[in-house]
T-cell receptor, first 114, second 112 residues
Framework: EAGVVQSPRYKIIEKKQPVAFWCNPISGHNTLYWYLQNLGQGPELLIRYENEEAVDDSQLPKDRFSAERLKGVDSTLKIQPAELGDSAVYLC????????????FGEGSWLTVV | GENVEQHPSTLSVQEGDSAVIKCTYSDSASNYFPWYKQELGKRPQLIID?????GEKKDQRIAVTLNKTAKHFSLHITETQPEDSAVYFC???????????FGSGTRLLVRP
């Protein structure tokens, strides 16, 4: 079974530039998550989708971050403009959607803003 | 909202010894408690989980215990091996939120 696929794995950009990350969840998983992981810390939820609907985006900084999951499968997370403090790993994850089911993570997209 | 605290932040043990990592949570409605292992540069991977209707669960050298009254749960690794060296994260969620709140992680080093 293919896991959660993310791209790009690594991205270096200058501050104020835009950046986008793509995620393909495990086939059949209705729930998709974007997590932010700073160095040495645990992942923090940015947004959760149930199919196409963003059901929890309370932690997403909406002034510069946006996300979409148009057909209920793949998702993109965009930052515009990027700031130095956005340097982190952006983890995509998916789960079948039932309460308490295992959440499977992708390898992450490592962002460095210079 | 839920808050999860994890201790210790670093743990160094001799190969073959046991390792214990402890977490406390704040929301009494939390009912699902997974543990993830993350190697450097890799994805977090689930190693074991426990639900609130169970007090203990074991899988080979790994076990998790849950004390709902005290709102804490622990990861026990026996007969540690160098390949157990990684960062371990506990997490908690409630059935209604589907939202995992992670602890700050424990860096485990198993010395050969």
């Amino acid at each position: 079974e293919a896991g959660v696929v993310q791209s790009p794995r690594y991205k270096i950009i200058e501050k104020k530039q835009p950046v986008a990350f793509w995620c393909n969840p495990i086939s059949g998983h209705n729930t998709l998550y974007w997590y932010l992981q700073n160095l040495g810390q645990g992942p923090e939820l940015l947004i959760r989708y149930e199919n196409e609907e963003a059901v929890d985006d309370s932690q997403l900084p909406k002034d510069r971050f946006s996300a979409e999951r148009l057909k209920g499968v793949d998702s993109t997370l965009k930052i515009q403009p990027a700031e130095l403090g956005d340097s982190a790993v952006y983890l995509c994850a998916s789960s079948p959607g039932d309460s308490g089911n295992t959440i499977y993570f992708g390898e992450g997209s490592w962002l460095t803003v210079v | 909202g839920e808050n999860v605290e994890q201790h210790p932040s670093t743990l160094s043990v001799q190969e073959g010894d046991s390792a214990v990592i402890k977490c406390t949570y704040s929301d009494s409605a939390s009912n699902y408690f997974p543990w993830y292992k993350q190697e450097l540069g890799k994805r977090p991977q689930l190693i074991i989980d426990i639900r609130s209707n169970v007090g203990e669960k074991k899988d080979q050298r790994i076990a998790v215990t849950l004390n709902k009254t005290a709102k804490h749960f622990s990861l026990h690794i026996t007969e540690t091996q160098p390949e157990d060296s990684a960062v371990y994260f506990c997490a908690a969620s409630t059935g209604s939120s589907y939202k995992l709140i992670f602890g700050s992680g424990t860096r485990l080093l198993v010395r050969p």
